[in-house]
């Protein structure tokens, strides 16, 4: 038998353990081994029944990725998959008891749903995550799920891929009993008690699957809120259709169904895409010169300098994870509007279940409101978030340096100033960082944690491990204008801007993105974000540009007509009370205008060009930041954009829709943009040579590891 998987004895208990850490993935080797152990305990007459069971931290955590990617590059053949083996251990005349602690995910719940019994430690989770890596359950989860848990649960499980503590999976029946304590001897003992009675088959359990009149209503309800919801994903309706098909077709035909969409969903870009998202999220934790066993920070107690939006957000941050927190502002105004904004999100949070009001309460009594730095010499670590303006951000520092203890972490919230020169007015430019968070902070999961040249690499892991504490997602990025995402960010709205004053109208931009997928379009992003907060910035660095290269000036115009955007009530859009945005024909005639008076020619500009101007803007950029070395890979760059603006998860990130279309197609297309509109696309040169040598931006980042650290 393999060594992944032992068999042992308890008296007439066999026991299968599998050892395949860290999360017993059913890499190849683990199924054969489970396989090889049920067929040794049917010809053991001294065994009744069985446990199985995982080693380690937890159950079994799904099929191997890593597999799927072999598999669809063909480096691996397609095998029969797992069916076999689940039918040969529903089959077995000695009930098998299925013992859970950790999760059991994926093809780990297929397994265990295929057990006759199952019992779980009272933390352990169970789920059919799929959904997320883009592929549906393939080992018959939506054919017995619904058989356990009724059709309803099944499409909410399979659909949401969300996982379901162990005491809620009693209630539904998928667990059949908790364990207290030792979660061996208690399946031991179950497994006694059931060792002399006939064992169930899930898949003849049809009590669950309910009528055509029950499911009809809940197939349309779950397919509505798939398309509003998981708009663009094509996995949530491969899974409601697989569950669909389990109410109307035998267990074996329906497990057809299941494989046929299986397959189509794993050979899928998007699958890929959401793939590399799930190994991309891992990965940008990885820094190379910076060693896991690099000593952390401890920080019990932050401080946050500023009680605007941001500050009140990224203190409910803290709060949130269990870390008390100061709230400064200089003025009682300013702090009771933010103490009133943190109420108000929270009371919202509860409002809509996200938090208990007891929870609420608790992060309530964490945030503590003052008017001086005096509480700060004892914060762990500290957050400006001040307003955006280097003399302000210095004049703190200078004062944070007087006050804080030797050691604390000061970060500032940044989004576009130079981190070192605000390190620089510190005597410690070794604790100064960036963290920038993304509005609303208390929601949004991306934090870029910038590099400065000075920053110590304790400080740094200390942020990126914080980070996860914290609920977020930390990448890396280093000390550039706008960091990797603004920074990408600038042309991609540059081009939006273009397009409208070239004749495609607010709305035409909006949509085309909106259909590729992005959470938003750009203007309305815009206003949203406020469009005076760019405004001010291009006025700050106008010196910087080079003369005589176009740049959009509607959006200027706007604001200073004080159409600042959703905050104003107008800005590309204009807005009702309820910030429901419409079409403004004012914005209209006014670009018209201008556009005639700068002898700006109009025309048709059709949705593919529109999406290629924006999203080629963001890979050009997204390039000239590889190659500079201010992002660590391809994938970090991805995942700043997957969480912090809205692009979909289902093309994996800028980076890898571009490798995906092709690089040598981007280049080709950057250039004809170039032709027709000069300077502005000059492709990168890392684009141009990886096109030239057939290769991807994900090669360069292997090949390179360059670390974000450059000044
Ligand atoms: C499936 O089952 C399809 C079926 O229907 C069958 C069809 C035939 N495979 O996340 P962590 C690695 S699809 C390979 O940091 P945590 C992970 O990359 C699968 N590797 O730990 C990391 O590696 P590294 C359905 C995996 O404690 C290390 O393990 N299942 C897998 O924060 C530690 O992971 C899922 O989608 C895997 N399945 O979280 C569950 N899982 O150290 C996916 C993890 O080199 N997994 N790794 O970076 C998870 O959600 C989390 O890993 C889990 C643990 C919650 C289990």
Redesign the pocket.
């Known amino acids: 038998m393999s060594d992944l998987v032992q068999l042992t004895k308890n008296g007439d208990i066999a026991v299968i353990t599998i050892n395949n850490p ?2 017993n ?3 190849p080797g683990v199924p054969e081994g489970i396989g090889e152990a049920i067929e040794q305990i049917s010809k053991d007459p001294g065994v009744r029944a069985a446990v199985l069971i995982g080693g380690g ?2 159950f079994i ?8 990617e072999k598999m669809t590059s063909g480096k691996t053949e397609r095998g029969a ?2 069916l076999p083996l689940l039918l040969k251990i529903e089959n077995s005349t000695k009930p098998v008891v299925v013992a859970i602690h ?2 059991a ?4 719940l ?1 397994i265990a749903m295929s057990g006759h019994y199952r019992v779980a430690s009272p933390d352990a ?1 169970v ?4 959904v ?2 883009g ?5 018959a ?1 939506t054919q017995r799920l619904p058989r356990l848990a009724g059709v309803e649960k099944a499409v909410e499980m399979c659909v949401e ?1 969300k ?1 379901v503590k162990a005491p809620d999976a009693v209630k539904y029946g998928i667990v059949d009993r908790l364990i207290e304590g030792d979660l061996l001897a208690g399946a031991i003992a179950f497994a006694r008690e059931v060792a002399a009675k006939p064992a169930p088959k899930t898949r003849e359990r049809n009590g669950k699957l309910g009528t055509a009149e029950q499911n009809t209503p809940i197939f349309a309800a779950a397919r509505e809120t798939t398309r509003t919801k998981q708009r663009g994903f094509m996995a949530p309706l491969a899974a409601i259709e697989a569950i669909e098909a389990a109410t109307k077709l035998p267990f074996e035909q329906g497990c057809e169904k299941e494989k046929e969409l ?1 397959v189509k969903c794993l050979f899928s870009d998007q699958s890929k895409a959401l793939i590399h998202v ?2 991309g999220e ?2 940008v ?2 820094i190379p010169d910076i060693p896991k066993e690099t000593p952390l920070i401890p920080v019990n107690k932050a401080a946050v300098a500023g009680a605007g939006t941001m500050g009140g957000g990224i203190a409910m941050v803290f709060a949130n994870a269990g870390i008390p927190v100061l709230l400064k502002d200089a003025d009682q105004a300013a702090l009771d509007r933010g103490l009133a904004n943190i109420q108000k999100n929270y009371a919202s949070s509860v409002k809509r279940g996200r938090f208990t009001q007891q929870f609420v309460d608790e992060c309530l009594k964490r945030i503590q409101p003052t008017l001086s730095f005096d509480g700060f010499s004892d914060a762990d670590m500290v957050i400006e978030a001040v307003f955006e303006g280097m003399a302000l951000k210095k004049e703190v520092f200078t004062e944070l340096d007087r006050v804080c203890k030797s050691g604390a972490i000061l970060a500032s919230n940044t989004s576009t100033l130079n981190i070192d020169e605000i390190a620089s007015a510190t005597s410690r430019p070794e604790s100064v960082i960036g963290t920038h968070f993304f509005s609303p902070a208390n929601v949004m999961r991306l934090l870029e944690i910038v590099r400065g040249r000075a920053t110590s690499k304790e400080v740094i892991a200390t942020c990126m491990q914080l980070s996860k504490k914290l609920g977020k997602i930390g990448v890396l990025v280093g000390n550039c204008r706008g960091f990797v995402g603004n920074r990408m960010f600038g042309p991609y709205r540059r081009e939006a801007q273009f397009l409208v004053e070239e004749g495609a109208s607010v709305e035409a931009v909006d949509k085309a993105l909106v259909d590729y997928g992005m959470a938003m379009g750009p203007l309305a992003t815009g206003d949203l974000a406020g469009l005076d907060v760019g405004w001010r910035i291009r006025k700050e660095y106008r010196h910087l540009e080079k003369p005589g290269i176009r740049q959009p000036f509607a959006e200027d115009r706007l604001c200073e007509m004080g159409r600042y955007g959703q905050k104003t009530g107008a800005g590309w859009y204009k807005y009702d009370e309820n910030r429901k945005p419409s079409g403004d024909p004012e914005v209209a005639e006014l670009v018209r205008k201008w556009t005639t008076e700068a002898k700006i020619s109009q025309r048709q500009i059709p949705a593919e060009e529109i999406v290629d101007r924006c999203i080629y803007a963001l890979v050009n950029e997204g390039a000239r930041i590889l190659e500079e070395g201010y992002a660590l890979r391809a994938v970090d760059i991805d995942i700043i954009y997957l969480n912090g603006y809205g692009f979909p998860a289902y093309r994996g990130g800028p980076m890898w829709y571009a490798d995906t279309v092709g690089l040598k197609n981007v280049y080709d297309r950057v250039l004809e943009f170039q032709k027709q509109h000069g300077e502005i696309w000059e492709p990168a040169p890392l684009l141009k040579q990886l096109a030239e040598q057939g290769k991807k931006f994900a090669d360069f980042a292997k090949e390179q590891g360059v670390a974000a650290s450059k000044p």
């Open positions: 860290p999360v993935a059913l890499s931290r937890t955590a799904g099929a191997d990725i890593k597999e799927f998959g797992l950790g999760n995910f994926g093809g780990g297929e989770q789920g059919q995550p799929e997320k890596l592929i549906i359950p393939g080992a989860g891929g996982p299986f799930f190994f891992r990965e934790a990885k």
